[in-house]
């Protein structure tokens, strides 16, 4: 894995040696992405330099060094990733005559690019990937970006100057680079806990959507061409259901995740994995076991909270699979030691609190391994969310309850303190007993309120619902509802949810925290559940293959039951989440107050004090959910503080 940087300036004005400079410059910014070596290259006469930061994965000599230029000389890439497909392509070129000089799969995907065209090619390909090529001959640049997103790249053009690169600091470090605010970006960050692309929080800098490649040419001019479409996949697979039985559908699901699996694990450094102790992780860990020859190193994150601890579930299925585990018990400490490193390794406002945990385990994982397998994207994929039952089960029924009594029904419930509910909970049997169940009774409040079931949808994965009133300047984007418009002709609704988020929360909040939180410290990590003929595979399924009698990931659960005794992952979902409200009523408080004191907020002029000083009261009175609203706000203040105020000097290249 590695990180990539580079500015196309359209009006030549500097020099080779100042290029050179400051694009080693935005590679140094991004150096944890690379630790082990980096590279950069300029043309004056084009005006265009290329950094890159390298953390070797495969073909560890310099054979494999970056940037890195085309056997033929015409091309040079920049890439960050890996292609589990290398092999075959390689044999392909071989086939055509292409000799190779080392064994990297970053020159079989330049080479291959070079042969067959970036448009004959990226469908070709297996992997995560973003990477920017140069076309010397017809002085074209290129942008790419994997089909569901799961590596970044930013890009954007500000005067006569585009700027593109793995993460946003390395665009704060350029001497003619105006970092500016977007504020409708702040709006989001408030409602959604991240900022969804392809929107940043800087002012005219975007994200290349997932699945896109972007070509600008000499004069300036652009053409985005999307290369792989969620949408496409989701109205074949309604189109050609594959209406398999039970046993035939488990294995075929079993066979490409085996192969996702066992195409991830090809590295010249050691590897592991994370095992949560829920399905998704499990599921991965088990397959890997089967290939490996050794014991699997594996690592979990565990909390002295018993209603958020996972790790004990975790260690019983290692022990069944005879993994190598390694575990950490998370206190408010150690969020404490993470919690000032936050805005600089996301460099834009971000606010999954898992954010937390996520970079704790990669930092215990980098001192054994350099890769990591984990279960991300396993909800999206298998419909394993609380909101996909509840929309297929709950939301039915509350359709034929006349909205005036929905309404006052979903008052009464929200009435209830969130301790109350949580005693009641501790009245049911310990295998029945639902975690955060305060939460989740307030999201069943919340959905009885709602007119239709994309309104339900919307709000549970909302954190803010008037953000114009808190937001100085701040306006919603149409992120959510351009993606909502673009899975209506999805006829499920549990599809429509699910296509929903892979289009706007898997990108935007899950794959952004993993690759920042792992990169952060040099860590690969590899997302086999996402591989995208697994997601093609389950589109084609009906949804009884996915939720069955109450029971989600119905499909998945059948693959790990042949590797997994069910009673060790039969258990109520938990999530990844932390005791943050916890930690922000306690030990984390002054560091909270110093941001939402009523002059941190005027000072930094991105929020209205009045209600982000209500939400603050509230949370200390008890309110319990309060703590994922003002986490947002804390995150913003912080990022502010860091980047825009205290924002290192640019190169003065």
């Not at 909101?387 to 009464?412: C, D, E, N």
């Amino acid at each position: 894995m590695c990180g990539i940087a580079g500015v196309l300036d359209f009006s030549k004005s500097r020099s080779q040696d100042s290029l050179l400079s400051i694009a080693d410059a935005m590679g140094e910014s991004i150096r944890h992405r690379g630790p082990d070596e980096g590279g950069a290259w300029a043309d004056a006469g084009s005006g265009v330099a290329i950094a890159h930061r390298r953390l070797s994965i495969q073909d560890l000599s310099e054979a494999g060094r970056q940037p890195m230029q085309s056997a033929t000389g015409r091309y040079l890439i920049a890439y960050n990733g890996e292609i589990y497909n290398a092999g075959d392509v390689r044999r392909r070129l071989e086939a055509k005559g292409v000799q190779f000089k080392g064994h990297s799969d970053t020159e079989v995907l330049l080479e291959a690019l070079a042969q067959w065209g970036v448009e004959k090619t990226l469908p070709d390909l297996v992997g995560m990937f973003a990477f920017a090529l140069w076309d010397k001959e017809e002085r074209v640049l290129v942008l790419a970006r994997d089909r569901l997103g799961v590596k970044p790249l930013y890009w954007g053009r500000q005067g006569e100057r585009l700027f593109f690169a793995s993460e946003l600091k390395s665009l704060f470090v350029h001497p003619d680079f105006v970092s500016e605010v977007d504020r409708t970006a702040i709006s989001d960050l408030v409602a959604f806990n991240f900022v969804p692309g392809p929107r940043s929080a800087i002012k005219g800098i975007s994200h290349l959507q997932p699945g896109c490649c972007m070509r600008i040419d000499a004069a300036g001019g652009e053409e985005l061409i999307r290369y792989w479409n969620l949408c496409d996949v989701a109205a074949k697979g309604q189109a050609n259901r594959v209406c398999l039985p039970d046993d035939e559908a488990t294995a075929a699901l079993d066979g490409l995740l085996a192969q996702a699996v066992r195409g991830r694990m090809i590295a010249d450094v050691p590897l592991g994995s994370f095992l949560s102790g829920g399905v998704d992780s499990s599921v991965v860990t088990a397959l890997m076991q089967t290939v490996s020859r050794s014991p699997v190193k594996t690592f979990t994150v565990g909390f002295s909270e018993g209603e958020f601890n996972e790790a004990e579930h975790a260690s019983a299925i290692a022990r069944h699979l005879g993994s190598e585990h390694h575990e950490l018990y998370v206190n408010s400490q150690d969020a404490l030691d993470v919690i000032p490193n936050l805005s600089r390794m996301y460099c834009e406002p971000f606010a999954d609190s898992s954010q937390i945990p996520t970079h704790l385990i990669s930092a215990m994982a980098k001192r054994h391994v350099t890769v990591a397998l984990s279960g991300d994207g396993g909800d999206e994929v298998f419909a394993g969310y609380n909101r996909y039952l509840a929309g297929q089960t709950l939301w039915p029924r509350f359709q034929g309850i006349p909205a005036p009594v929905r309404s006052g029904m979903a008052t009464v419930l929200q009435s209830v303190p969130h301790v109350v509910y949580d005693k009641m909970a501790t009245f049911l049997p310990a295998r029945y007993r639902p975690s955060q169940f305060g939460d989740k009774m307030n999201k069943v409040s919340g959905m009885l309120a709602c007119r239709d079931l994309d309104q339900f949808h919307a709000r549970v994965v909302r954190f803010w619902e008037n953000v114009n009133a808190t937001v100085v300047g701040g306006r919603e984007s149409s992120s959510w509802r351009d993606r909502a418009e673009a899975v209506q002709d999805i006829r499920d609704p549990v599809e429509r949810m699910q296509g929903l988020d892979m289009l706007f929360y898997l990108p935007g909040d899950i794959l952004t925290k993993v690759d920042r939180a792992s990169m952060a410290v040099g860590l690969e990590a590899r997302v086999p559940l996402l591989d995208h003929r697994v997601v093609e595979f389950m589109w084609t399924l009906p949804m009884n293959q996915k939720i069955r009698g109450g029971e989600t990931k119905w499909l998945l659960r059948r693959v790990l039951e042949q590797y997994v005794p069910r009673e060790l992952t039969e258990r109520p979902k938990m999530g990844f989440a932390i005791p943050l409200g916890d930690w922000l009523r306690g030990p984390l408080r002054e560091w909270a107050e110093d941001l939402l004191s009523e002059s941190a907020l005027r000072q930094a002029g991105l929020f209205y004090p009045a209600p982000v000083r209500e939400r603050w009261r509230r949370h200390l009175a008890g309110h319990r959910h309060e703590h994922y609203a003002l986490w947002s706000i804390l995150m913003a203040q912080d990022w502010h503080r860091t980047w825009m105020v205290r924002c290192p000097p640019p190169c003065s290249g």
